[in-house]
């Protein structure tokens, strides 16, 4: 994924947190998906009907309210060019608390087309459309199996499900008194041969459900000889064994497999963007661990790089949500900037007294951190990545490092 799609992924999934949390009373907001082939003229006939419908509401307020969304749509729609995936309206009264609430507007254009025309009145907006184009639908099928146990996931987009976990009733190599060599070893393969049945119905029951067009392939991993025994032995679904693309050497064949298989087969799926951001997050903290000097970490640090052009490549987790605040006191004793984290929805920050004169400070300007050091790093020709939170080395990032860290040109000591 290039920086820019990254960007404009990071600032899709920070509006639609925006709008999740706005709340209306009644149904009050609307949410208005618009293909990109439907006429204006038929949506507007439409709302100026619900727009007569809503005069039947008994709540003078809410009535108030439908009709003021209506009508601010109206205006909109005068003017609006439809763009090549179509545009999503969401507007109405939300709730500001203080039993206050204030119209407002926001406007969406999906990355992907919008298939089919929507008009939604709720107490919240209406989201599942553009949540699903959130999700990676590319999904690999994932098997770990010895002779003693399995487990069966899916790798969808960069998150790792682990579905179902099976052991063996398989007997060790000692044989127990009184049986005979031939017999105990007879005895044994069938116990194994059924267990290798039971996996494959396993897995065959997972892979089946994962929808044709978006199923790359399977990994299989375990030590030798039992991965290549079940490969060969043809356990899987007829259609699911033409989709096996490799064998890998696993130590553990428990769920904690499953993301061993994933790294061990790194070249099989270089192509994809788990693999990448995998790989720029241990590159690190490879940098971290050694004397080179070529790790930063913190805002302070990373700000103060990327400003002499130290940083190679500045890595922002996609959950990072920060503001950085210029606070002014407003007899001009007093300026400074801040970085404050935030939630959508949370109260905005309020400023404490002026350190000189006593009186309260105000924000004066609130930039989104993320793009403030994103320009800062296209200034700096720096390349930008955006990790996931979906594997653990990406969890770690934002979790231990605050979701903001840069590998170095060359060391700086800051």
């Known amino acids: 994924m290039t ?29 208005l998906y618009i293909p990109p082939d439907k006429q204006i003229s038929d949506i507007t006939s439409q709302l100026k009907g619900e727009h007569g419908q809503a005069a039947n509401i008994k709540s003078k307020i809410t009535k108030d309210n439908v009709q ?26 939300v709730d500001i608390g203080a039993n206050k609430t204030n119209m407002e507007t926001t406007i969406v254009e999906p990355p992907q087309p919008i298939v089919t025309y929507r008009y939604h009145c709720d107490s919240s907006f209406y989201l599942e459309p553009l949540e699903e184009m959130l999700k990676d639908a590319k999904t690999f099928g994932l098997l770990v199996l010895d002779r003693r146990e399995a487990a069966v996931g899916l790798l969808v987009g960069k ?90 050497d696993v130590a553990y064949t428990d769920e904690s497999g499953l993301p061993e298989l994933v790294n061990a087969a790194s ?22 661990v050694s004397d080179s000097g070529k790790a930063a970490y913190g805002e302070e640090s990373v700000r103060a790089n990327l400003n ?48 000189v004169c006593g009186y309260s400070m105000e924000v004066v300007e609130k930039v989104d951190i993320v793009d403030e050091l994103s320009e800062m790093a296209d200034q700096m020709n720096t390349q930008v990545e955006f990790i996931s939170t979906d594997f653990d080395e990406g969890s770690q990032l934002m979790n231990a490092f605050g979701g903001l860290v840069a590998i170095l040109r060359f060391s700086t000591g800051m």
């Open 159 to 248: 998150h790792i499900e682990a579905n179902r976990t099976l052991t063996s009733t398989v007997p060790g190599k000692q044989r127990k008194g009184g049986q005979s060599a031939h017999r105990f070893q007879q005895l044994r393969l069938i116990a194994i041969h059924e267990f290798y049945k039971r996996i494959g119905d396993a897995a065959t029951e997972v892979f089946m459900t994962v929808d044709p067009k978006n199923f790359e392939g399977i990994l299989i991993g375990g030590p030798s000889p039992t991965k290549e025994e079940f490969e060969s032995g043809e356990f899987l679904h007829h259609e699911l064994q033409k989709k096996i693309l490799g064998l890998f």
């Open 267 to 288: 070249e099989k799926l270089s192509d994809i963007d788990l693999i990448a951001e995998k790989k720029l997050v241990q590159r690190f903290f490879a940098e971290l």
């Open 3 to 31: 920086e820019q799609s990254a960007h404009k992924k990071y600032e899709f999934k920070k509006k639609l947190e925006e709008l999740r949390v706005k709340k209306g009373r009644g149904t009050e907001l609307i949410s």
């Open 308 to 355: 002499i052009g130290a940083v190679e490549v500045l890595l922002i987790s996609e959950d990072l949500r920060a503001e950085r605040l210029t606070v002014r006191c407003p007899n001009g004793d007093h300026e400074e900037k801040l970085t404050k984290a935030f939630k959508p929805g949370e109260d905005h920050y309020s400023p404490g007294p002026c350190p």
């Open 68 to 93: 003021g969304a209506i009508e601010s749509l109206l205006a909109r729609l005068r003017y609006v060019e439809i763009p090549e995936n179509g545009i999503v309206f969401f507007t109405g009264a």
